[in-house]
């Protein structure tokens, strides 16, 4: 079956770090552009980062700039975000997202809660 | 580059046809694409390069434009059809997404 399944959300005081994984199955991963975008309770999509099929080409949005780093592993199939210096705002539903025509394939999501 | 949809929340009746606008703070050529969101769902993919229906989308999706100005048409809306619709910006980083668009039922 063709999906994403993101795990490592939980609750972490601010401050603290967590890291989220995105595993691919059903498809060519290392083949694939791929993109980090999260939702806060109640409000809209907000981009966070994308990668390239290798970790030559890593962009992140401002907010999370210098905090996150996005990586990839294509040999494991599997996408990660290290969090660092989490702050309340970054409580959100993180997915991982599949570039291909659009952002086509979307895994379920990994809640990640900031407070103390 | 910010995305401006209107209307953040519009309410509709099933067979209406219902045209979403998403303005570009700048030029994006034809790099947009339109997302379907429903509560507790993941978004799926509409329409991407502006007007390119994804495979398995129905084609009563459709979209338009280039530029800085950019519309999603929904003809003979569906009891489905009721989501939020996103559009997304893929011209250059940072990506961008619109703040919705709610579409609830008259």
């Known amino acids: 079956e063709v999906q994403l399944v993101e795990s490592g959300g939980d609750l972490v005081q601010p401050g603290g770090s967590l890291r989220l994984s995105c595993v691919a199955s059903?498809?060519?991963?290392?083949?694939?552009?791929m993109n980090w975008v999260r939702q806060a309770p109640g409000k809209g999509l907000e981009w966070v980062s994308y990668?390239?099929?290798?970790?030559?080409?890593?962009y992140y949005a401002d907010s999370v700039k210098g905090r996150f780093t996005t990586s990839r592993d294509n040999a494991k199939k599997s996408l990660y975000l290290q969090m660092n210096s989490l702050r309340a705002e970054d409580t959100a539903l993180y997915y991982c997202a599949r570039v291909s025509s659009g952002w086509d394939l979307w895994g379920q999501g990994t809640v990640v809660s900031v407070s103390s | 580059i910010q995305l401006t949809q209107s209307p953040s929340s519009v309410s509709a009746s099933v067979g209406d046809t219902l045209t979403i606008t998403c303005r570009a703070s700048q030029d994006v050529r034809s790099w947009v694409a339109w997302y379907q969101q429903k509560p507790g769902e993941a978004p799926r993919v509409l329409i991407y390069a502006a007007s390119s229906l994804h495979s398995g989308v129905p084609s009563r999706f459709s979209g338009s434009g280039s530029g800085t100005e950019f519309t999603l048409t929904i003809y003979n809306l569906q009891p489905e059809d009721f989501a939020t619709y996103y559009c997304q910006q893929a011209d250059s980083f940072p990506l961008t997404l619109g703040g919705g668009t709610r579409v609830e039922i008259k």
């Open positions: 990668i390239g099929t290798n970790e030559r080409s890593i």
């Open positions: 059903g498809f060519t991963f290392s083949a694939y552009e």
